[in-house]
């Protein structure tokens, strides 16, 4: 399960003139319902909250399995990230943090960035040494953005929300493990109708590039390194200027993997459920390379 979620997370879980109007935009919090399928059969649910109070925003999410999946796996997990948005760059990481539960274990990673270098991280409990897993030099975690914050995706500031232009990206994701580029790039417009939204949305080609701290021999890491079958649909938020997916679309190797949304909310004023603080990204920079 721990693939598919991955994916899952990763790719749902990718300017002077925008950070002027960001800054005058009333507090919203965009709040999202997404339904979780594999292969057609029903795999869960998650709620992601976010709120944005001029360039700062904060972000918490909840996944939880359901039916069979959870009775063998119970799979669940919560995370959370804030930062601040500064043009049509990705979002500047502040603080991250994911717990991720199964019937068995359970994993947390907290992580706190400083301009875009990863100040510190902590995983508990450790990753175990593998032999085929690749280095995270220090260089890979410079310029870096959380994969929650990576779902916030800042439109072009000389382009309308929904220009083809604003799905060519590449998003630098580092989940305090490993590093990877998730490159996007524009294949259509639909219009989608979802309980909250109506309208028109970016459907954008994606690709996973990983950088470091992947298994090279894993078989799941070459199947998604070739997978040529991910896409992420991007609907358009007027008040802060990004766009946030609706749905995403990833081959697995044991079938199609979805997160598409079932309820969408955008409310003036600050959410009622903050996200919680995650590390906080030290003066001096304390990084070292995660084996």
């Not at 063998?72 to 603080?95: K, M």
């Not at 417009?189 to 939204?197: D, I, R, S």
């Amino acid at each position: 399960m721990r693939p598919i979620a991955s994916a899952l997370v990763t790719l749902a879980f990718a300017g002077s003139g925008l950070l002027a109007q960001v800054q005058t935009a009333p507090a919203q919090t965009l709040k999202v319902t997404y339904d979780i399928t594999l292969a057609g059969l029903p795999l869960g649910k998650a709620d992601l909250s976010s709120s944005f109070k001029g360039a700062k925003y904060e972000m918490e999410g909840r996944a939880k399995l359901t039916g069979l999946a959870m009775i063998l796996t119970g799979g669940r997990g919560e995370a959370n990230a804030s930062g601040t948005l500064d043009g049509d760059a990705p979002p500047r990481s502040n603080n991250f943090s994911v717990v991720s539960k199964t019937s068995d274990n359970q994993r947390v990673v907290r992580m706190g960035i400083k301009s875009g270098r990863v100040a510190q991280v902590e995983i508990d409990p450790p990753l175990e040494p593998k032999p085929d897993r690749v280095p995270v030099k220090a260089a890979d975690k410079n310029g870096v953005v959380d994969p929650m914050s990576a779902l916030l995706m800042p439109a072009m500031p000389s382009k309308s929300l929904t220009d083809p232009a604003n799905c060519d990206r590449t998003l630098p994701v580092f989940d305090g493990a490993s590093r990877m580029n998730v490159v996007l790039s524009y294949a259509e417009t639909k219009k989608v109708e979802v309980p909250g939204y109506s309208g028109p949305v970016l459907v954008c080609n994606a690709r996973y590039v990983p950088i470091s701290g992947h298994r090279s021999e894993r078989p799941g890491t070459k199947f998604m390194q070739d997978n040529k079958d991910m896409s992420v649909w991007l609907a358009p938020v007027e008040g802060p200027r990004v766009l946030f997916p609706v749905k995403v679309s990833v081959r697995t190797m044991i079938g199609m993997g979805e997160m598409q949304a079932s309820l969408w909310s955008l409310e003036d004023g600050k959410s009622s459920a903050p996200a919680r603080k995650a590390m906080k990204a030290d003066e001096t920079i304390k990084a070292e390379a995660v084996q």
